[in-house]
């Protein structure tokens, strides 16, 4: 059974920072690719970042330069660390793991909330 569970998130002011973290179980963690996208209820979902297997990274023009994905194989864990939070960033935030471009495999999310 698959599961990708996502923790870290909570209430932040802007400026402020959080780490979010997705660890999976029941998948061969090491051969794909993580993703991490968000949606405000409403909207439609956005692409945050992705990491693959061998560690190259990607991201959103919106948060290229504060955010920054990262692995741990071992541990079956992808990380988001999230710096400079805007109000923008507020979402619910999920992780995604995918093989060959297909991301059929989710988490259930976990709210980022960017106020003062």
């Known amino acids: 059974q698959v599961q990708l569970v996502e923790s870290g998130g909570g209430l932040v002011q802007p400026g402020g920072s959080l780490r979010l973290s997705c660890t999976a179980s029941?998948?061969?963690?090491?051969?794909?690719?993580m993703n991490w996208y968000r949606q405000v209820p409403g909207n439609q979902r956005e692409f945050v970042a992705t990491?693959?297997?061998?560690?190259?990274?990607n991201y959103a023009n919106s948060t290229k330069g504060r955010f920054t994905i990262s692995r741990d194989n071992a541990l079956k864990t992808v990380y988001l660390q999230m710096n400079s939070l805007k109000f923008d960033d507020t979402a619910i935030y999920y992780c995604?793991?995918?093989?060959?471009?297909?991301?059929?495999?989710w988490g259930q999310g976990t709210q980022v909330t960017v106020s003062s």
């Open positions: 029941g998948i061969t963690f090491s051969i794909y690719t």
């Open positions: 995604a793991a995918g093989l060959r471009g297909i991301y059929d495999q």
């Open positions: 990491i693959t297997r061998l560690g190259g990274t």
